[in-house]
């Protein structure tokens, strides 16, 4: 089971190290350099952060595993868990990004939460924030103080997340241990499909130089049990979304998906230069220069 485990934490090293420096430009009006980096590493590590939930609905459909509870919530937590597992700086800025990207999409529906939103399958934007945070501080307290006290993310909690957190992680690596194998191959077809949309193309171009599907590919590759065939695949869908199809035995993420969260990244950027002090922190005080520089993006201000 050790090796096994080393074996994916090399994987997503090796793909942190393909996220540094995404080759295309994040189009958006009288962005800096910085922000566009910041915008175009924001957009992949979301797109990686939703793969790999689609992939935790492709182990519970491939090996037939039971979850108690809502699977939308117990493939998040597998997500954080591989993630945060690997220990490494680059993919805990992806957790980040995601918990960002979901905090980022609630404020952005102004109406706020709908009563059908009360009836879904998933949780409410904010609660997947939190809960993402809560596997973060649970896992690397230390190393994500200063993200989770820019949130006012309460001690109290925090200690109970540790126990989360190790539930979690020991519960779903139980579970995998038996369709785990040692040296087991699985090929994976990634595709990415012409967009069809100049700038749909801008992300699908994006994506690709960044690796973001191949990382699903890369991941579950190697010591899963799985059989041959299936298709990871990048593709103009007419809706912001991506999806497991468990009879096509297929993940596809979709352009538009890409787009939204440049468009949160991009209007959270405009609106830190319409209102300088909207970067500080909840409190009202001013961020110290270590919360300027941290990776969060409620703490960054823009120059």
């Known amino acids: 089971m050790k090796s096994l485990k080393s074996a994916w934490i090399v994987a997503l090293l090796m793909v942190a190290a393909m996220l540094v420096a995404p080759s295309v430009p994040l189009k958006a009006a009288e962005l800096t350099d910085e922000q566009v980096e910041e915008g175009q590493r924001f957009v992949v590590n979301n797109a990686i952060f939703i ?11 491939e090996f037939n595993l039971p979850v108690l509870g ?19 700086e680059e993919l805990n800025t992806t957790m980040q990004d995601a918990a960002d990207g979901w905090f980022l999409l609630d404020e952005a529906n102004e109406d706020g939460p709908q009563e059908d939103d009360f009836m879904g399958t998933h949780g409410l934007d904010r609660q997947r924030a939190y809960a993402i945070v809560c596997m973060m501080t649970g896992a690397n307290a230390e190393f994500f103080k200063v993200f989770a006290d820019s949130l006012d993310f309460p001690q109290e909690r ?3 997340c540790v126990f989360e957190y190790e539930k979690a992680r020991d519960s779903w690596m139980s579970l995998l241990a038996a369709n785990m194998k040692e040296g087991a191959k699985t090929k994976f077809t990634v595709t990415y499909e012409p967009a069809g949309n100049e700038d749909l193309q801008g992300f699908a171009d994006l994506l690709k130089g960044a690796g973001a599907l191949e990382t699903i590919a890369t991941v ?3 010591g899963y049990n799985l059989k041959d065939g299936i298709k990871i695949t990048g593709k103009t869908c007419g809706t912001e979304n991506a999806f497991w199809y468990a009879g096509d035995r297929e993940i596809t993420y979709c352009y538009e998906m890409a787009a939204f969260h ?3 990244i991009s209007n959270w950027f405009e609106n830190q230069t319409a209102d300088p002090d909207a970067a500080n922190d909840a409190g009202g005080e001013e961020a110290t220069d270590e919360q300027t520089d941290a990776t969060a993006v409620k703490l960054k201000k823009k120059e």
Do not use: I, K, Q, W
């Not at 809502?70 to 490494?88: F, I, M, P, Q, Y």
């Open 262 to 264: 440049a468009g949160l």
């Open 158 to 160: 925090r200690e109970e």
């Open 51 to 61: 793969l790999f939930h689609e992939a935790g609905h492709m182990l519970v459909s």
């Open 220 to 222: 579950f590759g190697e």
């Open 70 to 88: 809502r699977e939308e919530d117990a493939v998040d937590a597998l997500s954080a868990v591989l993630l945060l597992g690997a220990e490494d």
